[in-house]
């Protein structure tokens, strides 16, 4: 885990230093007791102590949540909407790549009204009807990348690289965050079709599309620890396809976004609190890359 979360090393060690530092110095007050029983240990002090929090009040950092979240909305309304991008369904990364982003087009769409659907509707729907789930939240997951700060800065061929390889994953935490925030106990998208409910499942699969939904669950996990974890994946490619300049890119991204996660954590839960939260979203990230395996496993079978 060190590997990917280099931060969590760190919090982990340094609390733990705190508590050694905590018990050396109530052994220091025990022996001064004896050598000098006059004087008072542990007494009232005029001195406040008072614990400690980080202070989330950066305003840069708390301008990047904000866009972040702004981006995830906008794709989240195209993903409750009509919107249903058949022209990139048999395309390379490539050609979504030089399409103008659909996130600023959000108002060419409405949700239907008619969603959820019941399980005899669907039954009815025309195949043609039918949106391909997996598709488009994988081109929703590109959608947000584009628009992301740092991904300008890579070349072509290190901005394709970088989706072959992460795009899968971001694509099971989105379905899997989704699924979670209906309080569904399985994968479930919004026109209420859960792939369990269909007559060719095997219940092989159970594995992923209700494991999947199990990590948000136990952790409780928040709009904001989602988006920033999202965005921690699309910079945590480990790709020898990547440039050099690409890598150094990546890797500072990746800190910057995973110090913003832990400090926006911290500044809510309190230091130590904090950093056992932050090892709980971090699992998460390690549980998706389980099930992204599963997934591709899954898609190979069709």
């Not at 840069?60 to 409750?80: Q, V, W």
Request: net charge positive; charged share 25%; with cysteine.
């Amino acid at each position: 885990m060190t590997t990917f979360f280099p931060h969590l090393y760190e919090y982990c060690r340094v609390i733990s230093l705190l508590e050694e530092n905590k018990k050396s110095g109530d052994e220091i007050q025990k022996r001064g007791r004896k050598r000098f029983p006059n004087v008072s240990y542990g007494c009232p002090q005029e001195t406040k102590i008072t614990k400690c929090f980080l202070t989330f009040n950066q305003d840069n950092e708390s301008k990047d949540i904000g866009f972040l979240k702004y981006l995830e909305i906008k794709a989240e309304n195209l993903r409750e909407s009509t919107y249903n991008p058949l022209k990139f369904y048999n395309v390379t990364i490539e050609t979504i790549l030089k399409t103008r982003t659909e996130l600023s087009n959000i108002n060419k769409y409405e949700k239907p009204l008619n969603w959820p659907l019941s399980y005899e509707q669907l039954m009815q729907t025309k195949s043609l009807e039918i949106k391909h789930w997996i598709v488009i939240d994988a081109i929703l997951c590109i959608e947000i990348a584009k628009t992301l700060p740092f991904f300008c800065k890579l070349s072509v061929q290190d901005q394709q690289t970088l989706l072959r390889t992460t795009t899968l994953l971001n694509t099971c935490l989105t379905e899997a965050y989704y699924s979670y925030v209906a309080s569904s106990d399985v994968l479930i998208f919004p026109d209420g079709f859960a792939p369990t409910m269909s007559p060719a499942f095997l219940t092989s699969h159970n594995d992923f599309f209700i494991g999947v939904v199990e990590p948000l669950k136990r952790i409780k996990m928040t709009k904001e620890e989602y988006i920033l974890l999202k965005t921690i994946i699309f910079c945590s490619s480990k790709s020898d396809e990547i440039s050099v300049e690409g890598k150094e890119i990546l890797e500072k991204e990746f800190h910057r976004y995973s110090r913003l996660l832990l400090n926006y954590i911290q500044a809510k839960y309190g230091n130590a609190p904090g950093a056992v939260r932050y090892s709980q979203i971090l699992s998460v990230m390690e549980a998706m890359i389980y099930f992204s395996q599963k997934r591709k496993r899954i898609l190979c079978l069709f």
